[in-house]
């Protein structure tokens, strides 16, 4: 079915999480005489903080650098867990009405832009009624995530038919999934594995983590007791602020660290995983990356409680390729079995760029992948469209933060200087090339031939590093030789 209506507004944000909430915010401070609405795809508010259910969910990074610029975390804990940040993405988006501005159950599935109209036609799909809304906009913004909500990523697992348990992703985690008294095998050695061990082993009778190749694994203090002391003699802003900027500076030093001295980091990590271990388990086979630091994102284990669990003998770590399942469990290319009564496959997420929404430029098909990256935010030849994209080796929203106040700096050029549209377009000469994220974690390569690539210098490539974007984006001139403003 299809509805003729149209809803039209000068700003559409996609995605009501973490960056969508933000960019809300920003739009309505910084350029308030705009209309804009929030279509978002789920009922509720909140992205990955509500759709993530599993146990022990929890942000991995700190909430002073995860949480909003414009609003203070006050918890104590700076590791939080899904519950905590999900109240404080909704209680930000109720105190600044950013709440009423949110149509739940819209479900972008085509957006199309028209150069004679200078407008943006989106095709919506409603959750409830199956129907197909019309809305338009001058400006589309994207704050959707890379993740594929609908679909995580297992591999294919010979005999899996055959196991008599219960296996799950754990994106797709419900309550009535029972682990208590139960041996459980956990396949996977990312954060979500690294998050679930020390949870389960809680009431599990044992956990095992099945691993094909180690990870780096850093014990973090759940607690950050300068920012709690800050607290106590400051304001609340004011402590947030000072608390952002040294852990911002404190972790931008510690990886740069890690990259320009990775033998030094190596042995640094492993030492450190060896301090948290102790004679619990063969550092050497199951921690002992053939990656350097950073290459991947590292996992954080909050008051070191993956390697207390397994310390105290209630999880261990098993690293050796799968062979087959079978009824009980899972046989190990080397023969051996493991027994199980739950089997999670925290094997991956799936990338997806813009919410797998079809775009389309003046009736020609607008591939991402066909594209490159201008300033982290923007597509060549994709006109009047932005979307927020976090860092790869820190907070998700420094980055997204930096995009959204970007975004309403170009409206407000736009509209002094009279342009209908923005179009990054690439320069005549030539501009090496090369993947978007630079890093060898299997989601990102499985997604590599999908996303836009980068470019080998400014404005084309994509710098993990918010100093640098902080000057790029907030503080640089807006006019440059790429971006093209058509009145």
């Known amino acids: 079915m299809s509805d003729t209506k149209r809803q039209h507004h000068d700003v559409l944000i996609v995605g009501a999480g973490l960056s969508g909430i933000g960019a809300a915010y920003h739009l309505q401070t910084q350029c308030p005489k705009k209309s804009y609405a929030i279509l978002e795809t789920r009922e509720n508010l909140g992205g990955t903080w509500d759709l993530f259910r599993y146990p022990g969910v929890r942000s991995d990074s700190d909430m002073h650098t995860l949480g909003f610029s414009f609003r203070p975390w006050t918890e104590a804990k700076a590791i939080a867990d899904g519950g905590s940040i999900l109240a404080y993405v909704r209680d930000t988006a109720e105190a600044y009405g950013i709440d009423k501005k949110i149509q739940f159950g819209r479900r ?31 400006f589309l913004f994207v704050c959707a995530g890379y993740y594929d909500y609908e679909n995580g990523y297992t591999p294919e697992f010979a005999g899996r038919e055959k196991f008599l348990g219960r296996i799950v992703h754990p994106q797709f985690w419900t309550p009535d999934i029972d682990y208590s008294g139960k041996r459980v095998v956990v396949i996977g050695s990312g ?5 679930l061990l020390p949870e389960l082993a809680k009431t599990a009778r044992h956990v095992t983590m099945l691993q094909r190749s180690p990870s780096y694994v850093m014990a973090v203090p759940a607690r950050d007791t300068v920012a709690n002391w800050l607290r106590l003699h400051l ?16 972790f ?5 660290w890690c990259r320009l001295f990775p033998e030094r980091a190596t042995g640094f990590l492993i030492g450190r995983m060896k301090h948290g271990l102790g004679d619990s388990t063969d550092v050497h086979t199951h921690f002992s990356p053939t990656y350097r630091p950073w290459e991947q994102r590292l996992c954080f284990a909050p008051d070191g409680d993956f390697f207390t669990a397994i310390r105290d003998g209630r999880a261990d770590v098993v690293t050796e390729p799968i062979e087959s399942f079978t009824e009980n469990g899972l046989r190990l290319r080397s023969g051996r079995e493991l027994e199980a009564d739950l089997i999670v496959t925290a094997t991956g997420l799936k990338l997806q760029l813009f919410g797998g929404m079809a775009v389309t430029v003046d009736g020609h098909s607008a591939l ?16 009047n469209l932005a979307f927020a994209v976090g860092y790869t080796n820190a907070s998700w929203t420094l980055k997204v933060d930096l995009v959204a106040g970007y975004v309403c700096r170009l409206l407000n050029h736009m509209d002094a200087h009279g342009h209908r549209r923005c179009t990054p377009r690439r320069a005549t000469e030539d501009v090496a090339t090369g993947p978007l994220i630079d890093f060898n974690s299997g989601y990102v390569k499985r997604a590599l031939d999908s996303l836009p690539k980068q470019g080998n210098r400014a404005p084309w490539k994509l710098r993990q590093n918010y100093v640098l974007d902080l000057v790029s984006l907030k503080h640089a001139p807006l006019t440059d030789k790429a971006m093209e403003f058509t009145s």
């Open 235 to 250: 304001s609340p802003e004011r402590a947030y602020s000072v608390t952002r900027w040294k852990n911002v500076l404190l």
């Open 252 to 256: 931008m030093a510690f990886y740069e």
């Open 368 to 383: 991402p992948s066909d594209t490159l990256i201008y300033k982290g935010m923007m597509c060549s030849d994709i006109p």
């Open 191 to 195: 954060a979500t594995a690294i998050t």
């Open 108 to 138: 972008v599935i085509a957006a199309a832009w028209s150069s004679d109209d200078a407008r943006w036609t989106l095709s919506v799909r409603h959750a409830e009624s199956g129907t197909v809304e019309t809305h338009t906009c001058g």
